[in-house]
């Protein structure tokens, strides 16, 4: 089992910054591909980024191609989500997500990740 628990939300106007960590305890960290996903109330839940186990390959949604970076310390156990220039449409819980096997094929879709944190919530003010 891993355990997910992300912080770091909050209200920030547009244009303004936040960074959110997901620490992870339980099984070896380093061997999970980490993501962020994102649900608006009433949507559907969207990949946000992914990194794999390395540190080597990341991947963005197209939303947020040039805001966002993701990165991990696995000497942590942490993931981490720096969100720049922030939109309204940025608004949404953020969840944590922990999978293995990752290609790029699959690394997008919420089905690919075995456990999940309970999300935090960012709120971007127009």
């Known amino acids: 089992q891993v355990q997910l628990v992300e912080s770091g939300g909050g209200l920030v106007q547009a244009g303004g910054s936040l960074r959110l960590s997901c620490e992870a305890s339980?099984?070896?960290?380093?061997?999970?591909?980490m993501a962020w996903f994102r649900q608006a109330p009433g949507k559907e839940r969207n990949f946000v980024a992914a990194?794999?186990?390395?540190?080597?390959?990341?991947y963005y949604a197209d939303s947020v191609k040039g805001r966002f970076t993701i990165s991990r310390d696995n000497t942590k156990n942490t993931v981490y989500l720096q969100m720049n220039s922030l939109k309204f449409e940025d608004t949404a819980v953020y969840l944590c997500?922990?999978?293995?096997?990752?290609?790029?094929?699959?690394?997008?879709?919420?089905?690919?990740?075995?456990?999940w944190g309970q999300g935090t919530q960012v709120t971007v003010s127009s």
């Open positions: 339980g099984r070896t960290f380093s061997r999970y591909s």
């Open positions: 990194i794999t186990w390395t540190g080597v390959s990341r």
């Open positions: 997500a922990a999978g293995g096997g990752m290609t790029i094929a699959t690394v997008t879709l919420v089905g690919s990740y075995n456990y």
